[in-house]
């Protein structure tokens, strides 16, 4: 059921992507390192987070497809630009070389740039105004985030702020653009934010025992790299079992909030519970 | 009469992007690598175009504000990442040392894709919803450019493209957005447009020549870098005197395509004389 409705919305919103890359032709290069990393197989849990939320309001998933992909587009620019040289210096991403690994620096900053630009062109052409703000906003609190983690030195009183904005907001962001995609009530659009919060923060916390548990061939990218570099996390801040707690603690909350939203919850609590025990 | 009125669509401009730079304060250092290039002394062209294409089709500069500032936002995130070491690698810019030698390759990166976000912050907040449109659009085509001269391989026949997109998108997405605040016909639209493509070949033609014959001090970065480095630009493409004679020719398609909107042109005719002469 979960994988089935994550296929739909995962096919939807690829065919669409590719159409909206269609608009970098003029750039060939540019159009080529967009590609690369918008199809490396990223699970497109935010586009489908979007369609779901709009389903849930009473619309159907093509009315958020644009906004779907414009958070698919602005999530990959994310990923782009924190693994450059300067950034995390990662060197593998999904199992690939990263993007500046695979087309140069100077390219991956424009992929990134690309990716987010192009994101509101399409917002421009989504006959659902509302949806542009919770985007815009999401998209603007991550780079807080990400500035807040790059300047912290690993103060730890700053990580849950930390990862409201930096995972966080593109998760309110696609729920709160799926409501307005489907004309929600006020009611509604608020549940699904406290939704967002909590499922953003059990994301991460999974995440985080992943990067400590996790298997490198199932994750596709080194394990064991945030202790190794001294990073704060929720494991190395709280530990493993403290943040297995927080973990389940948040998936309840999640619950909670997304059954005061509509009737068809399924792909909502399923989702938590995948996410709970996920393995990558 | 041209000083008063870009001065006055100046101090518009900084005092919004002030207010809205505000949106940063949870994140200081993000906020203060912001506002370093965006309060740097930047003549605020495309703000005052995007006014004045609003006030020419019967609009309030105020109408207007939001998009000016957006596009101030995305031109200065551009500079920001042109110049990191990987792009032009440029120390100074506007007498000043760039962003990424004042904060950092990261916070650099950072403050680049925080305005870019902001600016669609900006215009989610605008009531003018058509305006959304050509800005993103220019966005993006500006990218496109950046990307063609990054890979063109110094290639002449590619400049003219190139340059309309780099230069040319902005400028385009100025006055069609001024338009669209205003209310303005399809005509006037297409009218302004025109202008723009035209105003910004003038622009970097005028750009280039600067390069060659400008002095270090008013510009406030170094001169003879173009030639130095290889760089194809319309001087170094067609010489000197050639490039002399197309701004005089983009100069009067310029003044022609604007008189084709309303009545009160001096505003543009005077900035294109200016444009023609500049010595900065």
Redesign the interface.
Not at 104 to 107: C, F, K, Q
Not at 142 to 148: A, K, P
């Given at each position: 059921m979960l994988s089935e409705r994550l296929t739909d919305y995962s096919e939807l919103t690829e065919k669409k992507l590719g159409e909206l890359l269609g608009?970098?032709e003029?750039?060939p290069?540019?159009q080529e390192s967009m590609a690369y990393s918008v199809f490396s197989g990223g699970k497109r849990i935010r586009p489908a987070l979007c369609m779901a939320a709009c389903e849930l309001c009473g619309g159907v998933p093509e009315d958020a497809l644009l906004a779907a992909c414009a958070l698919e587009m602005i999530h990959t620019?994310s990923l782009i630009?924190d693994d450059?040289p300067?950034?995390d210096n990662d060197d593998m991403r999904r199992g690939k070389p990263s993007n500046h690994k695979a087309f140069?620096?100077?390219?991956a900053?424009?992929a990134?740039?690309?990716l987010?630009?192009?994101a509101?062109?399409a917002?421009?052409?989504c006959p659902h105004?509302d949806a542009?703000?919770p985007i815009?906003?999401g998209?603007?609190e991550?780079?807080?985030?990400?500035?807040?983690d790059?300047?912290s030195g690993g103060d730890g009183s700053l990580l849950q702020?930390l990862q409201d904005?930096k995972t966080g907001a593109l998760f309110r962001a696609a729920v709160a653009a799926g409501a307005a995609c489907a004309g929600a009530s006020h009611e509604q659009r608020d549940s699904l934010v406290q939704f967002a919060n909590a499922y953003g923060m059990l994301f991460q916390i999974t995440d985080d025992i992943l990067d400590c548990e996790g298997e490198a061939t199932v994750l596709g990218k080194s394990v064991g790299k945030d202790a190794e570099e001294g990073k704060t996390t929720f494991v190395t801040f709280y530990g493993l079992d403290r943040a297995k707690e927080f973990a389940k603690k948040y998936a309840n909350e999640a619950r909670e909030a997304v059954l005061q939203v509509g009737e068809n919850t399924a792909f909502f609590t399923e989702l938590i519970s995948y996410t709970l025990t996920r393995k990558s």
């Open positions: 608009e970098s003029q750039a290069i540019l620019y630009h450059l300067a950034m140069g620096e100077a390219n900053i424009l990134g740039d690309g987010l630009s192009l509101f062109y917002l421009s052409l105004k542009l703000t815009a906003k998209a603007f991550m780079v807080m985030g990400q500035s807040l790059v300047n702020k904005f």
